[in-house]
T-cell receptor, first 115, second 113 residues
Framework: KAGVTQTPRYLIKTRGQQVTLSCSPI?????VSWYQQTPGQGLQFLFE???????NKGNFPGRFSGRQFSNSRSEMNVSTLELGDSALYLC??????????????FGPGTRLLVL | AQSVTQLGSHVSVSEGALVLLRCNYS??????LFWYVQYPNQGLQLLLKYTSAATLVKGINGFEAEFKKSETSFHLTKPSAHMSDAAEYFC???????????FGAGTTVTVRA
């Protein structure tokens, strides 16, 4: 089975621009979560989607948004980029048949650099 | 809210020596606990997880962890370190209705030949 895939792997943007990151979960997985990883703040939860519905959201400004499609693929968008948005953005998917104890499988991440 | 604290941001061990990474959790309800490993320029890979079935959990690559409720701990161990164990390790916790993982700050392991 193919793992979680994220595109693009690397991205360079300038302040004020917007960016869209894509995540394809493992086949059959219906839950997709997004995390931001930075050296200063570590791994922080952004949001989680299940069957196209956002079930949980982390403490990030409204510039960060996401969505999930009917085929479980997910996108996240960051508008009006700031230098502090430079980070590795990780997507994870899970079956969610057993709830929160389900293993989340992570993709390789998208590394975003904001200049 | 659930949270975890990893004690020690860096651990250096000799090849063949015991690896011990410490994680303490804070939770008002029985938590689900996970250990993940991250190699450079890669995503996270699950080593093992605790879901209340057994207090001693065995994972991949020879790692295991013991859930101790009295100490609110979930320390990760490996009896004999290998050069390939050099990576960053994250402890994480999830509550029953969280639908999210809360991670510790991570512990970087270096292995000396």
């Amino acid at each position: 089975k193919a793992g979680v895939t994220q595109t693009p792997r690397y991205l360079i943007k300038t302040r004020g621009q917007q960016v869209t990151l894509s995540c394809s979960p493992i086949s059959g997985h219906r839950s997709v979560s997004w995390y931001q990883q930075t050296p200063g703040q570590g791994l922080q939860f952004l949001f989680e989607y299940f069957s196209e519905t956002q079930r949980n959201k982390g403490n990030f400004p409204g510039r960060f948004s996401g969505r999930q499609f009917s085929n479980s693929r997910s996108e996240m968008n960051v508008s009006t980029l700031e230098l502090g948005d430079s980070a590795l953005y990780l997507c994870a998917s899970s079956l969610d048949s057993a709830g929160a104890q389900e293993t989340q499988y992570f993709g390789p991440g998208t590394r975003l650099l904001v200049l | 809210a659930q949270s975890v604290t990893q004690l020690g941001s860096h651990v250096s061990v000799s090849e063949g020596a015991l690896v011990l990474l410490r994680c303490n959790y804070s939770s008002s309800v029985p938590p689900y606990l996970f250990w993940y490993v991250q190699y450079p320029n890669q995503g996270l890979q699950l080593l093992l997880k605790y879901t209340s079935a057994a207090t001693l959990v065995k994972g991949i690559n020879g790692f295991e962890a013991e859930f101790k409720k009295s100490e609110t701990s979930f320390h990760l161990t490996k009896p004999s370190a290998h050069m390939s164990d050099a990576a960053e390790y994250f402890c994480a916790v999830s509550g029953s209705n969280d639908y999210k993982l809360s991670f510790g700050a991570g512990t970087t392991v270096t292995v000396r030949a």
